[in-house]
């Protein structure tokens, strides 16, 4: 897997995404920004991340994951 691929993953399941994916092999290092994010915590929004990569995760292609997530607004505020 490839951070293009990442990227297309998230965006694809996570509404109204935008996602910045960096990385190789299977270390990866992503940002995401939706506004199905204002009512979570932050624990809440890595499980949500987390949740559509699981797959790649348990087959090995994905290993390690950073992320940092935010609403249009935080992000905005960058």
Known sequence: MNATE????LEQKI???Q?????EGCNFQVV???PVFEA???VKRQQLVYSHLQEAIAS???HAVTMKT???DQFAKL
């Not at 990442?6 to 993953?9: E, H, I, M, P, T």
């Not at 996602?19 to 990385?23: L, R, S, T």
């Open 6 to 9: 990442v990227k297309a993953l």
């Open 15 to 17: 509404d109204q995404s």
């Open 19 to 23: 996602v910045f994916a960096e990385g």
């Open 32 to 34: 995401v920004v939706s």
């Open 40 to 42: 979570l915590n932050t």
């Open 60 to 62: 090995g292609a994905i």
């Open 70 to 72: 935010y609403t249009p």
